[in-house]
C-alpha cells in the first residue's frame, strides 16, 4: 500500500511537472515570527514570501541574527516558545493532502496547495518527513549521544513508516503501536524496537550518504563519528522520510573546509538523484554560488534583495548586498583589507523598528528617502527573478541627499 | 542505554573507594539475606514460646522480674519471681516478648524494608519522573500546573500526610505465597509473606515530588538539545521523543535519587510501621515499637532491629554516593574528596 502510494506520487508529480513547470512545490506568503521576550517584542521575520520550485536550491543569505534560521524553523513549524508564528501562509503542492483536506479544512486549501498554517497541528507534524525535513547546524549535537547512529536513523525511518500507513490522519502515530508496546517501551526504554526492514533501510540511507561499512557504522554511538560523518548521517535521518523540501540549516558551518565541500557535492547529488528542492540557510556566499539556483539576501527579518545567482551576485542594487559581497576575499586581487560592513544587526525589537529602511543606519548610500518611508520591494528589469527592497532600484545614488552622519548619529540616540 | 563509558566509570570510582566496598557489600548482604529468609532464619519468626520469652543475645545475661500466672488447684495465682536469664545459641539475638526469635525476625524484616523501599521507590518514580519530564518538556502552563500541584504535595509533611492516607484507605496487606515454601525448600517457615499495600503505595504518593523536580529539571535541559529539533523535524511526536530521547538522557540523575530514595522509603516504612500504620507484623519499626515497651529490662528487642535499619540505610546511602560519584563528575568533584 504504501508503495502504490509513492508511485502515485511520482506519477502525479511528473504529470504536474510536466504540464506546469513554472508551480512552485512551496509557496510562502507574508511569514512573520515573533518573539515575546522580556525586553519586548522581536520581529524575527517579517512579512517574508517567497517560493521554491520543484527540483531547485533556493539559498537564503544573511548575517547571523538576520533571522535565516527562525524563517526555516517557522517554514516547518519547530519555533519554540517565546516564539510564536503570528502571520503568513505556507503554501505546499501536495494534491492528495489536498483532497483529504478539502472537506474538513476548506479554507486551507487552494488547488492543489494545502496551507499548512491553517491546517492542524497534528497534520503540521504528519508533513514533517515526508513533505518537509531538516539539517542542522551542528551534527555533533544533533544526534542523541546515549543511542546508535543506525537506531536513531531507524527510528525516523519508523516514524515516516508508521505515518505512511494512515499518511494525514492526526492519529497515524498510533497506528501499529498498540498501548502494550507503548508500555512494554516506557518500562524497558533500553529495548531496542526497531525492526529489521527500518534498520536495513538506515543501513542503505548510510550507504547512500557515502558512509563506509555502513552496516558496522550503523552500530556506533555519535562520539565515534567525526563531525563530517555525522553530518552525512543526519542528512541520511533528513532523507528518511522522502521529503519534497529538505531545508539545510547552515549544514556547513561546523565542519572544515574539506568537508564542507563534500557534504555540498553530496546534497547536490542527492538533489539531482532525488529530484528535491532544497533551501539552504547559510552566511556563506561561497556556499551560495556553489549551490543555488535562485537566492534571497535576508536582512533583520525580511528579504533584501532576491533573484537567480547571476542577478543576486553579478548585478547586485541593494548596498548590503554589495557588502557582503565585499566581504569575500578576492584571490585575483587580494587587497590588504577587506571590506566589512559597518555595525551590527539591529536588534529587532518591535518598538525600534519604525517605517523606515532597515539598513540605513549602517548603509554607505543611505539617503534622506530612506528614512522617511521603509521602500517597496520593486522588480529590476532584464530579469523576471531580480526584486529588491531599496530606494536605489529606482534611482541611482545622489551624495546631494545623502543621509548625513551627524542626522544618522542623532537617529541612532533616538532609537536607544 | 548503559554505556562502556559509564561502566568504566563506576569501576574505577568502585576501586578508589572503600566506602563504596563496604556499601556493596551491606546491600548485597541484606539483599540476600531477604532474599533467602526461609533459609537463613533458623525459626518461624512468628512462632511463639512464652517459655523462652526475653532471651538476651548471645553474651549478654540479664536478669529479670518475671511475672507468670500459674493454675494451681483450680484457683489462678500470681507469681513474682526474680530469675537470672542466660543467653542461648539456639536464639543468637534474643527473643521477644513473646518468646519469637530476634534474628528470625530481623532476617525477615529485611524482606519488608526492602520490598517496600523498592517498588514505592518504583511508584515515586514512575509518577515523579512521567510528571516531571511531561512538565519539563512542554514547559509554560503545563509545567506551572503540574510542579505548583508537586508544591503542594511537598507542604505537607511527608509523615503526616502518609498517615493520613493510611487513615484514609486502611491498611490493606497482601498476602504473598513464599516461593521458598511453596517450592518445598523450607516447608517449616510460615507459607505466605504479608506484603504491606497500603504503606507501599502511600510511600509512592509522598515521595514522588522529588523525582518530578529531578527529572523536570533534566527535561528542561536536554528538551533544549539540537537532537530533540532533529528528531522532531523528521516528524517524531512528543510522546515519542519523550521516551526515546528526553528520558534516557535524564536517566543518571534519576538513579541516584533512586537509591537514596530507598533508603529513605525504608525509613518512612519503619517509621509509619512504629506507629502501627503498617499492615505486617514482621517489620523492623514493628519490632522497635513492641521492644519499646521493654527498653528497660529486655533493651535488644527495640536494638536488634534498630541496628538493622541503621547499617541497611548506611549501605544503601553509601551506593548511592558510589554511583553519583560515578554518574555525575559535576557533583562528584566536590561531594567525593569530602567524603573520603
Known amino acids: 500500500m504504501p508503495e502504490a502510494d509513492r508511485n502515485a506520487d511520482v506519477g502525479e508529480t511528473a504529470a504536474s511537472g510536466g504540464a506546469t513547470a513554472a508551480e512552485p512545490v512551496l509557496k510562502v506568503r507574508d511569514l512573520s515570527t515573533r518573539f515575546f521576550t522580556e525586553e519586548g517584542q522581536v520581529n524575527a521575520v517579517e512579512s517574508v514570501s517567497f517560493d521554491v520550485h520543484d527540483g531547485e536550491v533556493f539559498g537564503i543569505v544573511g548575517e547571523s541574527g538576520s533571522g535565516k534560521s527562525v524563517t526555516a524553523l517557522s517554514i516547518i513549524d519547530l519555533v519554540e516558545s517565546p516564539g510564536r508564528i503570528t502571520a503568513g501562509e505556507v503554501w505546499y503542492r501536495n494534491a492528495d493532502l489536498a483532497a483529504d483536506m478539502r472537506e474538513e479544512h476548506p479554507e486551507a486549501i487552494d488547488g492543489e496547495y494545502v496551507d499548512t498554517r491553517r491546517v492542524p497541528e497534528g497534520v503540521r507534524r504528519s508533513l514533517r518527513g515526508p513533505a518537509f525535513s531538516m539539517i542542522f547546524q551542528d551534527p555533533m549535537s544533533s544526534f542523541n549521544p546515549s543511542i546508535t547512529v543506525g537506531e536513531q536513523l531507524a527510528e525516523a525511518v519508523e516514524v515516516q513508516q508508521r505515518a505512511r500507513a494512515n499518511p494525514r490522519s492526526t492519529r497515524s502515530r498510533t497506528q501499529g503501536y498498540g498501548l502494550g508496546r507503548y508500555l512494554s517501551d516506557w518500562m524497558l526504554p533500553s529495548r531496542s524496537f526497531v525492526s529489521t526492514e527500518s534498520r536495513d533501510r538506515a543501513i542503505s540511507l548510510l550507504d547512500q550518504v557515502g558512509i563506509p561499512d555502513p552496516a558496522d557504522r550503523a552500530d556506533e554511538y555519535p562520539n565515534q563519528f567525526s563531525g563530517g560523518m555525522l553530518q552525512r548521517a543526519m542528512v541520511a535521518q533528513a532523507l528518511a522520510g522522502e521529503p519534497d523540501v529538505l531545508i539545510a540549516d547552515e549544514p556547513t558551518t561546523a565542519l572544515d573546509v574539506t568537508i564542507q565541500a563534500q557534504i555540498l557535492g553530496l546534497l547536490r547529488d542527492l538533489q539531482d538523484e532525488a529530484d528535491m528542492s532544497v533551501i539552504t540557510i547559510t552566511h556563506d556566499l561561497g556556499v551560495i554560488a556553489r549551490m543555488c539556483d535562485r537566492v534571497g539576501v535576508m536582512y533583520a527579518g525580511e528579504i533584501a534583495e532576491r533573484g537567480t545567482l547571476g542577478d543576486v551576485f553579478d548585478r547586485p542594487i541593494h548596498p548590503y548586498t554589495e557588502g557582503l559581497l565585499g566581504s569575500i576575499p578576492d584571490l585575483d586581487d587580494p587587497a590588504p583589507r577587506l571590506q566589512p560592513i559597518e555595525g551590527n544587526v539591529p536588534e529587532l525589537l518591535d518598538a525600534e523598528m519604525g517605517n523606515r529602511c532597515y539598513f540605513a543606519d549602517r548603509c554607505p548610500k543611505a539617503m534622506d528617502e530612506c528614512v522617511a518611508e521603509k521602500p517597496a520591494e520593486v522588480g529590476i528589469e532584464g530579469s523576471d527573478e531580480h526584486r529588491v527592497r531599496c530606494v536605489l532600484a529606482d534611482h541611482e545614488y545622489d551624495p546631494a541627499r545623502a543621509l548625513s552622519t551627524t542626522e544618522r548619529e542623532r537617529e541612532a540616540s533616538a532609537d536607544d | ?340
Not at chain 2, 524494608?113 to 509518577?127: F, P
Request: net charge neutral; proline share 5%; charged share 15%.
Open chain 2, 1 to 340: 542505554m548503559i554505556s562502556p563509558r559509564t561502566i568504566r566509570n563506576l569501576k574505577a570510582e568502585f576501586r578508589g573507594s572503600a566506602l563504596a566496598k563496604l556499601g556493596l557489600c551491606i546491600v548485597v548482604l541484606v539483599v540476600a539475606v531477604a532474599v533467602l529468609a526461609p533459609v537463613l532464619a533458623p525459626h518461624d519468626p512468628t512462632a511463639q514460646n512464652l517459655d523462652r520469652s526475653q532471651l538476651p543475645p548471645v553474651g549478654f545475661s540479664t536478669t529479670t522480674n518475671s511475672t507468670s500466672t500459674e493454675m494451681v488447684n483450680g484457683s489462678l495465682q500470681v507469681v513474682n519471681e526474680t530469675t537470672e536469664i542466660n543467653a542461648t545459641l539456639t536464639y543468637p539475638l534474643g527473643t521477644d516478648s513473646l518468646g519469637r526469635d530476634m534474628l528470625s525476625r530481623v532476617i525477615y524484616g529485611a524482606r519488608t524494608s526492602l520490598l517496600v523501599g523498592l517498588l514505592g521507590t518504583g511508584l515515586a518514580a514512575v509518577i515523579g519522573v512521567t510528571v516531571g519530564l511531561v512538565a519539563g518538556y512542554y514547559r509554560g502552563r503545563v509545567d506551572d500546573a503540574l510542579m505548583r500541584s508537586a508544591d503542594v504535595m511537598l507542604a505537607f509533611p511527608s509523615l503526616v500526610l502518609a498517615i493520613a492516607l493510611v487513615g484514609l484507605w486502611g491498611r490493606a496487606a497482601w498476602s504473598v505465597p513464599d516461593p521458598l515454601v511453596v517450592l518445598g525448600i523450607t516447608p517449616e517457615m510460615p507459607a505466605s509473606f504479608v506484603l504491606p499495600g497500603t504503606v507501599i503505595v502511600v510511600v509512592g504518593l509522598v515521595n514522588w515530588v522529588w523525582f518530578a523536580r529531578v527529572a523536570r529539571g533534566e527535561a528542561l535541559s536536554v528538551r533544549e538539545e539540537s537532537y530533540i529539533k532533529a528528531a522532531r523535524s523528521v516528524g517524531a511526536s512528543d510522546s515519542f521523543v519523550i521516551r526515546k530521547h528526553v528520558l534516557p538522557n535524564s536517566a543518571t540523575p534519576v538513579l541516584v535519587l533512586a537509591t537514596i530514595q530507598i533508603a529513605a522509603i525504608i525509613l518512612l516504612e519503619s517509621a509509619l510501621s512504629f506507629l502501627g500504620f503498617s499492615g505486617t507484623t514482621l517489620s523492623w519499626g514493628f519490632d522497635i515499637a513492641q521492644g519499646r515497651d521493654y527498653l528497660a529490662s529486655s533493651w535488644w528487642i527495640s536494638t536488634v532491629p534498630g541496628v538493622a535499619i541503621v547499617i541497611t540505610v548506611i549501605g544503601i546511602n553509601l551506593v548511592g554516593d558510589w554511583l553519583r560519584d560515578a554518574l555525575d563528575p559535576g557533583i562528584g568533584g566536590e561531594g567525593g574528596s569530602g567524603g573520603a
